[in-house]
T-cell receptor, first 114, second 109 residues
Framework: NAGVTQTPKFQVLKTGQSMTLQCAQD?????MYWYRQDPGMGLRLIYY???????DKGEVPNGYNVSRLNKREFSLRLESAAPSQTSVYFC?????????????FGSGTRLTVV | AQRVTQPEKLLSVFKGAPVELKCNYS??????LFWYVQYSRQRLQLLLR??SRESIKGFTADLNKGETSFHLKKPFAQEEDSAMYYC???????????FGQGTRLTINP
């Protein structure tokens, strides 16, 4: 049982390049999330998808787009990478039945934009 | 709006000493609270949740509604407890967790 799988684990981009971070979960969870983790800033929500077919902005959505491809997959796209997007990105999923009962996190993607 | 505050960004204690990581929240309803831990270069994982009333790896946390707190405690710290700790809150009807800014705990030998 893999849980939440993120790819790639590491990536270096040049300013202006684009890329997509992939996330898949095999727990039949309804909700999926993308966070970024920066020193001193904690976890900040970028986008989330409460259920298949819906997406909503979080705290720091600028410069990102998301796609809930199906119930299992939720991708995060950087259209034109900037150095400020250097961070560790975590995907998470949750059952979300009326109230969040906790997340299961992926292992993270360490992104460096030069 | 819900908010979670972890007042200490860094906390350093000696091995064998007691440790307490503070978490305060603001929410007018009945919250559900969690502690997540992230060991070096690993994914975040659930440490404990208040409704379970369990002790994991020697850690406990009690929800104090009067003080709106959910502090994490361990009587005798071990070196393997060094990690980043996040407190998080779930509110009724909300579709996401609200996280605190995290506390980096270092246990000195």
């Amino acid at each position: 049982n893999a849980g939440v799988t993120q790819t790639p684990k590491f990536q270096v981009l040049k300013t202006g390049q684009s890329m997509t971070l992939q996330c898949a979960q095999d727990m039949n969870h309804n909700s999926m999330y993308w966070y970024r983790q920066d020193p001193g800033m904690g976890l900040r929500l970028i986008y989330y998808s409460a259920s298949e077919g819906t997406t909503d902005k979080g705290e720091v959505p600028n410069g990102y787009n998301v796609s809930r491809l199906n119930k299992r997959e939720f991708s995060l796209r950087l259209e034109s990478a900037a150095p400020s997007q250097t961070s560790v990105y975590f995907c998470a999923s949750s059952e979300a039945l009326g109230r969040i009962n906790g997340y299961t996190f992926g292992s993270g993607t360490r992104l460096t934009v030069v | 709006a819900q908010r979670v505050t972890q007042p200490e960004k860094l906390l350093s204690v000696f091995k064998g000493a007691p440790v307490e990581l503070k978490c305060n929240y603001s929410y007018s309803g009945s919250p559900e609270l969690f502690w997540y831990v992230q060991y070096s270069r690993q994914r975040l994982q659930l440490l404990l949740r208040h409704i379970s009333r369990e002790s994991i790896k020697g850690f406990t946390a009690d929800l104090n509604k009067g003080e709106t707190s959910f502090h994490l405690k361990k009587p005798f710290a071990q070196e393997e407890d060094s990690a980043m700790y996040y407190c998080a809150l779930s509110s009724q009807g909300a579709q996401k967790l609200v996280f605190g800014q995290g506390t980096r705990l270092t246990i000195n030998p």
